[in-house]
């Protein structure tokens, strides 16, 4: 098993030069559009500072007295100003970006901007028909105008800063909804003053126009009600399918409405301001910050000196001219060209939308968190290349961000570093490198083993991820390199754990409390998670996903099916859902299976850790009603727990046995598995498992008879096993299944007269016959081979003579398999035949005769004894079965003798004399762990068959 592990290593690190390259191309191809930006602005940062210092140094410096004050030299301090204003901005970060910074200077217009723009192009239309109603176009009334359409401007210019992410999150989360709610309808309602005073010609027709865009926005804000008979209502009265579309019904609405404002006046002037301004809004809203303004003011700035150029004005000849055209060609240059780099570097950086969402699919990262994480990835990215050095920048890659995300102090950061960190193991073409960074960092094991001991409920969601992610890590983890692991993991299995049912007589009310599990319920967990990742949207509005309801009518109609196409190349797939096996005590079992099945030292820290055997075999508890989980997640941790103890008790060495041990003595866990076997309808699976748990424990003598006394283990194993594969159901239907429990059989049978007798003594089966049926199946003679001696060996005396006439037609049959049997059979058969010869000599002694064997047969007798001089820890048996078959002939015969001197067994036995050690005394081992020894040591029977030999 062990073996394997390693194999499965391997060949993981031998693929990880393939991996590395196409990991690598993705996030190389955004690399390369981020390093371009950064380069650009760079680019223009450098000709910014440059020309700073040539106004301040140059011109102001030397010139200041001949620079005309209406022209040159006011223009040349208002660049200097601008530029300073950038210059000293860029010491504080959070201060660059706001102002003067490539990355974010634009971004859509959205929700929240399309609404701003609404609701103040009609406030805007509602001022001008209140000035028009005072005094038409009156000197006093044309200045308070004047005024209001000038704070309308800066506020149009400001409001979309006041109503960033950061401001709202410092609004209540009902207030937040509530302007979400009520806006549009507000917005048009708006619509009603100037509507009816602004044009007296409005007609019937466009009244009803706006009736009915304001009835459509009613039913839809209702809609949004939380209240389930109102949106029971509105189903009805939409249908679902319409109401999935609210969010483009209520754009389109908006839309409308915009354009309703452009008619309500029929004065031209008014027309046109509000063309004007809904355009100047709709811009104006767009920009990100001021660095889009600050060059186009450069380019304007620079192109208004340029294009004239009398620089020297009626005074050409004035010496202290000299240069002073050349120096302001160079310097109006230079801000031309940083005004052209900054607004090439913004065009770039609208386009960053197509490399983010490709590598968003190409990694294969979903929903709004993969879309979030990509950009955060791109603001990581493009603010290294902007700090790192120009000509040989870092190395950028998914994984180096997700590390420092994780180690960085943002809860929100740490969320998005280990989900990444997850994405990225999911996937075969990143696997492979991820694995490696991360497990070659100390640092960032011992971060994500310290989060799985977070916890406070609203650290629940990156706990759950960085179980996922230790939990693909620790196939290839050693945890005594982070001393206190299996402990924290241990700590896991207390989420959600059975409701402790205290002895009346111990314990009073109040004292057993139960620990929070936040993955209990699997749908709210869901919401967590993307609240917790949310931030970047538009927080006005109410999260609304109604993409899954659009895709299941999407093929009703060719624009859908065109627009489908079109958005092929950057939609985001959605995020799956989580299931049951995001469970933190299923992801906790998961970790510490596969740190069993990777490293011997990693068992040892398992048996040395305190409680955690009781708590994995807690959840064996099947079809009870102590979980706090549903019966989904009952039926995942169930399997999980089983499957995890099935590894436990497979452990080589003393370590296994230590555990076999811990794991055998829990009172409970017996019954626990008499229950799955019981249970006809339990899946195979979880038989399996519990069969498999039942034949390991089952190597150590005590607990086997422990085993042997629970009738219903018997019962159900021997149902499992005897039941043909073709008369199978769906239980039974597993091969594998039926092997196991046959392995199970054979193992409590061994040295066990009790549990022998007890299936024997079944009456549902004629134990003796299936068997001497079933052997005659490659699949199963070695379990059934076992079962048969046992039987002849322990309960011959139960035999009663049906049973005696199978073994004799079944004789023929294991005599012929002896001849051609392979290491891993002969031990078996040759047992078996051993001890059917002591049940029915005369037969075997016929059987051998007529068959025209007997040669044969103590040829390949010998011949296998030679071969198997040295105790195997897969094979201890084959040499004891040969010595016990051969004097069990020879005490029958004494004819026999002579075949064995004639094929040379005097001296297969003197060397076998010669090699005996104490490790021949036993019949079982587990790795190098010696469990069951035999009743007569190989060197009493080397004795006795050398003494027959001698004295026939």
Excluded at 116 to 131: D, Y
Excluded at 464 to 484: N, Q
Excluded at 546 to 560: P, V, Y
Excluded at 637 to 665: A, M, P, W, Y
Aim: proline letters at 3%; glycine letters at 6%; charged letters at 20%.
């Amino acid at each position: 098993m062990r073996a394997a592990t390693g194999q499965r290593v391997q060949a993981a690190m031998a693929q990880r030069t393939c991996g590395e390259h196409h990991e690598a191309t993705p996030a190389k191809q955004l690399n390369c559009f981020v390093r371009s930006i950064a380069l650009i602005e760079r680019v223009g940062n450098a000709l910014g500072t440059l020309a700073f210092t040539w106004a301040t140094v140059v011109l102001l410096g030397g010139y200041p007295t001949v620079l005309r004050p209406m022209d040159d030299f006011w223009f040349a301090t208002t660049i200097v100003f601008l530029e300073a204003a950038r210059m000293f901005s860029r010491n504080n970060r959070l201060d660059y970006q706001v102002f003067f910074y490539t990355r974010g200077a634009v971004r859509p217009v959205g929700w929240n901007g399309l609404l701003v723009v609404v609701c103040l192009s009609n406030v805007l239309v509602n001022l001008i028909i209140m000035t028009r109603k005072k005094r038409k176009y009156s000197p006093t009334v044309m200045d308070e105008f004047r005024r209001a359409m000038i704070t309308m401007l800066i506020l149009t210019a400001a409001i979309r800063q006041i109503l960033s992410v950061g401001a709202l999150k410092l609004l209540s989360e009902t207030l937040r909804r509530f302007a979400s709610l009520w806006s549009p309808l507000v917005a048009i309602i708006l619509l009603v003053p100037p509507m009816t005073y602004g044009n007296d010609n409005f007609s019937i027709g466009e009244w009803m126009v706006f009736l009915l865009l304001f009835l459509v926005v009613l039913l839809l804000t209702v809609s949004r009600l939380r209240y389930p008979r109102i949106i029971k209502l509105v189903d009805s009265t939409l249908g679902r399918k319409l109401a999935s579309w609210r969010r483009l019904i209520l754009n389109l609405c908006m839309l409308a409405s915009l354009v309703m404002v452009l008619f309500v006046q029929d004065d031209p002037v008014c027309l046109g301001l509000m063309m004007g301004y809904e355009l100047y809004a709709l811009v104006v809203v767009s920009f990100g910050n001021l660095q889009i303004p600050a060059a186009i003011a450069r380019v304007v700035l620079a192109l208004l000196r340029l294009v004239p150029h009398n620089y020297y004005g009626h005074d050409m000849n004035n010496p202290a001219k000299m240069n002073l055209g050349p120096s302001l060609y160079i310097f109006y240059g230079m801000v031309l060209g940083q005004g052209i780099l900054y607004i090439v570097a913004c065009l770039f950086e609208i386009f960053s939308f197509f490399p983010r969402r490709s590598i968003a699919r190409r990694v294969g990262f979903r929903g709004q968190w993969g879309v979030e994480c990509i950009n955060l990835y791109y603001a990581y990215a493009f603010e290294k290349y902007m700090n790192g050095d120009v000509l040989a920048p870092k190395k950028m890659s998914l994984n180096r961000f997700a590390m420092d995300c994780l180690h960085s102090y943002s809860p929100k950061m740490q969320l998005h570093g280990v989900r990444i960190m997850h994405g990225l193991l999911q996937r075969e073409l990143s696997k492979t490198r991820t694995f490696s960074k991360l497990t070659t960092s100390t640092e960032t094991m011992v971060k994500l083993i310290k989060m799985l001991d977070w916890t406070s409920p609203e650290n629940s969601t990156v706990r759950l991820y960085a179980a996922k992610v230790i939990a693909e890590l620790s196939k290839s983890l050693r945890v005594t390199a982070i001393p206190g692991t299996v402990q924290i993991v241990s700590a896991l299995l207390n989420y959600g754990n059975q409701h402790k049912r205290g002895n009346p007589l111990l314990d009073s009310d109040g004292e057993q409390g139960e620990v929070y599990d936040s993955t209990l319920n699997i749908t709210d967990n869901i919401e967590k998670c993307l609240n917790a990742v949310s931030g970047s949207g538009n927080l006005l509005e109410t999260q609304e996903d109604s993409t899954g309801q659009l895709r299941s009518f999407r093929h009703k109609c060719w624009i859908l099916r065109c627009w489908q196409r079109i958005s092929e190349s950057w939609e985001i797939p959605q995020e799956e859902p989580l299931t049951e096996q995001a469970l933190l005590p299923v992801l906790a079992m998961t970790i510490i299976y596969n740190l069993a099945g990777y490293d011997q030292d990693n068992c040892l820290e398992i048996s040395r850790a305190s409680e955690l055997i009781p708590k994995i075999i807690g959840f064996t508890s099947y079809c009870r009603s102590n979980t706090t989980y549903a019966d989904a997640g009952s039926n995942v941790l169930v399997k999980s727990s089983l499957k995890l103890l099935n590894r436990l008790t497979s452990i080589d060495g003393e370590i296994g046995t230590t555990l076999r041990h811990n794991i055998s003595r829990h009172p409970f866990l017996l019954g626990n598995l008499a229950e799955i076997l019981r249970d006809s309808t339990s899946s195979p699976e979880l038989r399996k498992l519990g069969a498999g748990i039942l034949r390991n424990l089952a190597v150590d003598v005590n607990t086997r008879q422990e085993i042997g006394r629970i009738q219903v283990v018997i019962n159900g194993l021997m149902q499992t096993f005897l039941m043909p594969d073709g008369l199978s159901t769906s239980t039974n239907a597993d091969p594998l299944l039926r092997k196991v429990a046959g392995q199970a059989l054979a193992m409590l049978a061994m040295d066990s007269i009790d549990n022998c007798l007890a299936m024997l003594r079944e009456k549902r089966f004629a134990f003796i016959k299936e068997l001497t049926a079933i052997i005659h199946l490659d699949r199963y003679r070695c379990v059934s081979a076992s079962l048969l001696r046992s039987m002849c060996l322990h309960a011959r005396h139960e035999l009663q003579l049906s049973d005696l006439k199978e073994l004799s037609y079944a004789l023929r049959e294991v005599l012929e398999k002896v001849l051609v049997a392979n290491r891993a059979e002969i031990g078996f058969l040759v047992g078996l035949s051993s001890e059917i010869c002591k049940t029915v000599p005369d037969d075997f002694a016929r059987e051998l005769g007529h068959g025209q064997i007997k040669q044969t047969f103590v040829k390949c007798l010998v011949d296998a004894l030679n071969e198997n001089m040295e105790v195997s820890d897969a094979c201890p048996e084959i040499s004891r079965s040969i010595l016990e078959q051969t004097i069990t002939m020879m005490e029958y015969d004494s004819g026999y003798a002579s075949y064995f001197n004639h094929h040379h067994m005097s001296k297969a036995l003197s060397m076998m004399e010669q090699m005996a050690c104490c490790s021949a005394n036993y019949n079982i081992f587990v790795g190098d762990a010696r469990l069951t020894e035999a009743k007569e040591p190989l060197s009493s029977l080397v004795a006795r068959a050398k003494q027959l030999m001698a004295f026939r």
